[in-house]
């Protein structure tokens, strides 16, 4: 009996005593969306890339690339259109440094013409027509013209530009990621037509390395592994078609080569001379 009342008294004790740190842990405390605190993106450094001696460089190609969004393997640079978790958009990334000041904004991909965050919210703030009903009779209606800040859901392709080129010192091809260019559909506001491409601005890539070292991506693999929008782009996880290499008319390929289909064949056979560069090197 003795014994019973001893292990009675002991479950209430150790109950009062549980429930009471629950309270106290509770009272005032943030709930952790997940098992753990995710410091490794906030804390990571980008990672040194290997020093090229131009003596050492005995061949390059310069080459510009078209990153869709609506590609399934490209969504991670598109998602999400809000921020979720402390993760958004490449876009949002982007736009958040140049306000910031930590990520310079260029006109050309040359790097020679830095443009003001109010020079970007002033240049490409768009313009759209609306109808609308007068609330008094007799209810006429009337266009307005609108107009729309940049948003960054309205990107849906990004530019890049790189330069691929054998390192004698390290027997390997090698790229490195000069520029980065956000761009949207360019719309006609009278008529709400679509009238091409518009690219927005270029940020120079070695410079907008620091931040986005720091800026969590989304890996369809694995949640436990979560990396940055630097690792995604050194990775090469992402699917781009060429429409510009380095050539002396400076002109991009469909300017010289009408239809859709025969300039992807082109773009294709670009890569296959660069891919094949390295290979014409070795002989068995």
Known sequence: ???????????FAAFLLSTGLKAQVL?????????????????????????????????K?????????????????YFPNTTIDDRQSLMQVLITSIN????????????TKPLTPEMIRNNYAR????TFTRPDPPYDQYD???VIPLRPEDVTKYRIKEEWFFDAKRSVLDVRILGLCPVRERIDPATGESQGDQPLFWVYFPEARNVLVNAEVFNRF?????????????RRMFNAYIYKESNVFD???????????????????IRNEIRNYELDLWEY
């Open 222 to 234: 694995n949640d436990a592994q979560r990396m940055s929008f630097d690792d995604l782009f050194l």
């Open 144 to 146: 307005s013209l609108i």
């Open 61 to 77: 190609k310069r080459v510009w690339q078209v990153i869709d969004l609506r590609e399934k393997i490209n969504h991670p640079l």
């Open 1 to 11: 009996m003795t014994k019973l009342r001893f292990l009675f008294a002991f479950s």
């Open 100 to 111: 910031e000041g930590s990520i310079r904004a260029f006109e050309n991909d040359e790097f």
């Open 127 to 130: 313009q759209e027509v609306r």
């Open 27 to 59: 009272e005032g405390a943030t709930p952790l969306d997940g098992i753990y605190e995710k410091v490794w993106i906030e804390e990571k450094r980008p990672i040194p890339l290997a020093f090229v001696r131009e003596a050492d460089v005995l061949w």
């Open 251 to 269: 002109r991009q390929i469909n300017q010289y080569i009408e239809y859709s289909l025969d300039q992807l064949l082109e773009a294709e056979k």
